[in-house]
């Protein structure tokens, strides 16, 4: 029997519950897979308070296990699966699937990739999903290129450390805001060019001081409520909004004139819809791993926790204390 995390009710860390399971033999196109290192991402907490937007609560039942990506070894294959042989190393990360939270699980064969020998397991769990959602917000939603000012929220955490690198790399100059005077140092190891405290400092106020009162090109958005409004006050004319998430809290209702008088523009970023096409996602899953592979984004930066330890981990990501991704081991 395996290690499997349950939520069998919304609510806080503690509904989440380790059970023994064993998922049985993989059907048609799939594979079994004994997980090595399971990446743990914001939206895992969303899905086990309720808090995930309606579309996605309505598709998760109860019980369920959490988990969008992990790396481990294949098992077994099942029928119908030409890709991958046992033994093989190999990691996934999929908005729209759950069940990651598990030291043995099946898994759609489609979706999982092959991992280089150059990529560790626990690299690939931390940075995967936060890498490919990265790769579709700065080279799809938002192309970034050399010379644009972006402002980050939350830089030092998970994606703020693949977003800061990655966006560095392609030669944009990074604003990124943190909570705490112990995350800067973190944000400017990533790459960020300036780093504002919002404990303690007026962010929007902060980021037009930086750009002569100009504003910056783009502004991504993982933290919704707190900072949404405001940070159209940090943006250029013509400048866009990406907003992809709300660890604060969602969005709530405005009114879209606000957008007229400096010409902004709007998006909102699913990993769901950017990743939907099988062999775009293989592609992004690709230039991720490249990405490690050359040192781009970070390699063992990473708290790592027990499965076991699974309450811990949601707790502190939860209040705010983590810095960079959170692996879990089995
Ligand atoms: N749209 C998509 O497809 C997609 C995909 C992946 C992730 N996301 C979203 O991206 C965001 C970041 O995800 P992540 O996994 O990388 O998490 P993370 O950034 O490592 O952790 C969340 C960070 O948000 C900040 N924060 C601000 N207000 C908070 C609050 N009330 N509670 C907790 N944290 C708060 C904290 O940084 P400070 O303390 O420095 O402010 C915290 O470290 C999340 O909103 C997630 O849902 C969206």
Redesign the pocket.
């Known amino acids: 029997m395996f290690k499997t995390v349950l939520v069998h009710q919304a609510g806080g860390p503690e509904v989440m519950t380790l059970v023994d399971q064993d998922p049985g033999a993989p059907g048609a196109g799939q594979i079994r897979l004994r997980q090595t290192a399971i990446g743990v ?3 895992d907490i ?1 899905k086990r308070r309720g808090s995930a937007p309606p579309h996605a609560m309505a598709a998760i039942g109860l019980p369920f296990t959490p988990g969008l990506e992990a790396a481990g070894i294949v098992e077994a294959v099942g029928p119908g699966v030409t890709e991958f042989r046992v033994g093989d190393r190999v990691a996934y990360a999929v ?1 729209s699937m759950l069940g990651g939270y598990a030291a043995v699980r099946l898994f759609e064969a489609r979706l999982a990739h092959k991992l280089p020998d150059s990529v560790a397991d626990a690299d690939a769990a931390a940075l995967l ?2 890498g490919v ?1 990265v790769h579709g917000m700065i080279r799809s939603c938002y192309r970034i290129e050399p010379g644009h000012v972006v402002l980050l929220h ?1 830089a ?5 450390t693949v977003l800061t690198r990655w966006a560095k790399y392609l030669g944009a100059t990074i604003i990124g805001t ?3 005077d112990d ?1 800067v140092q973190r944000a400017l190891i990533n790459g960020c060019d300036h780093v504002i405290v ?1 404990g303690r400092e007026d962010f929007a106020a902060r980021t037009l001081d930086i750009t002569d009162g100009v504003g910056v090109d783009v502004v991504y958005d ?3 409520q ?1 900072v949404f409004l405001k940070s159209f006050d940090c943006l250029r004319k013509y400048g866009t909004m990406v907003s ?5 809290g969602m969005v709530k209702p405005f009114d879209p004139v606000m957008l007229q008088h400096k010409g902004h523009y709007l998006t909102k ?3 769901s819809t950017y990743n939907a096409d099988v062999s775009e996602y293989q592609q992004r899953l690709g230039d991720v791993l490249d990405a490690i592979d050359q040192g781009i984004l970070p390699r063992g930066t990473h708290a790592t926790y027990a499965l076991d330890d699974v309450v811990a981990a949601h707790r502190d ?2 209040a ?1 204390r ?1 810095i960079g991704s959170v692996v879990l081991m089995p």
Not at 156 to 160: D, E, K, L, Q
């Open positions: 991402n914001f939206g969303h908005a999903y936060k959602t939350a030092a955490g998970g994606i703020g943190v909570s705490r995350k919002t993982g933290v919704g707190e992809f998430g709300q660890s604060s970023f699913s990993g990501i939860e705010r983590t």
